[in-house]
């Protein structure tokens, strides 16, 4: 088999990289994918990936024969393509149904704390946190767990956290019609905790504020509020 070679060839020199890295900067707002991202199948890639896998394991010294370590290679890819990085896929975007808002609802609507599991794409590990979503109905509402969903969808792919919270306010901008949304995420990056500068402590706290949550003071003010004095 051979991989495709990718057109998106690094320009930075590998010391540009390592800092690129380490300082957690992404390139751009749509994630880094090839056309041909989704020519094979899902069972093919985790065939594939899982080969490599064990690779990577046996160059590490491990021995493949043990009991624990032999079905490892098959478990990490098919966590890769099916879970964790499933978001890549546009196939797995949930069906979001909109509603007309019957309630005429016309206050900011805010879902918090919504658990958010992600990876870091510079080191392949956890990003934990919590996101906050808010929304100021116009003609369109959405069901509350489809919120969750959204963030969900993109938070399982390679990540930048701040690509992540704005392809997550993109998102619920076209679903709802409306530039009047509010994303929050604070996440822990155990690339940070864990390893480099092993801070245990820190976390990252982004923001996007669209439409009125961007020019209205007092509506900012009242959202921050709502989801706990985040700033
Ligand atoms: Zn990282």
Not at 126 to 148: C, E, F, M, T, W
Not at 162 to 180: K, N, P, W
Request: glycine residues 8%.
């Amino acid at each position: 088999m051979t991989t495709p070679s990718s057109p998106h060839t690094p320009q930075a020199s590998r010391g540009q990289i390592d800092t690129l890295g380490d300082d957690h900067v992404g390139t751009s707002i749509d994630t880094p994918l090839r056309d041909d991202a989704f020519a094979m199948s899902d069972a093919d890639k985790i065939t594939a990936i899982a080969a490599k896998f064990r690779d990577i394991m046996d160059l590490l010294g491990l021995d493949l024969r043990d009991d624990s370590l032999s079905g490892t290679p098959h478990r990490v890819a098919k966590m890769y393509v099916k879970e964790i990085f499933g978001g890549l896929n546009p196939a797995n975007h949930p069906d979001v149904k909109t509603f007309d808002n019957i309630y005429d609802y016309d206050h900011m609507l805010v879902e918090r704390n919504i658990t958010l599991n992600s990876t870091c794409e510079h080191h392949f590990l956890p990003i934990v946190g919590v996101a906050h979503v808010a929304y100021i109905p116009g003609d369109r509402v959405v069901g509350l767990s489809k919120l969750n969903r959204i963030v969900d969808h993109y938070a399982k792919r390679p990540q930048v956290q701040e690509r992540l919270t704005r392809q997550i306010a993109e998102s619920l901008r076209e679903l709802l019609g409306t530039d009047d949304v509010a994303v929050v995420l604070d996440a822990k990056h155990l690339c940070v905790s864990s390893r480099g500068i092993q801070d245990e402590g820190s976390s990252t706290v982004t923001s996007h504020m669209g439409g009125r949550f961007a020019t209205d003071e007092g509506l900012k003010r009242e959202f921050y509020a709502q989801v706990g004095g985040t700033t």
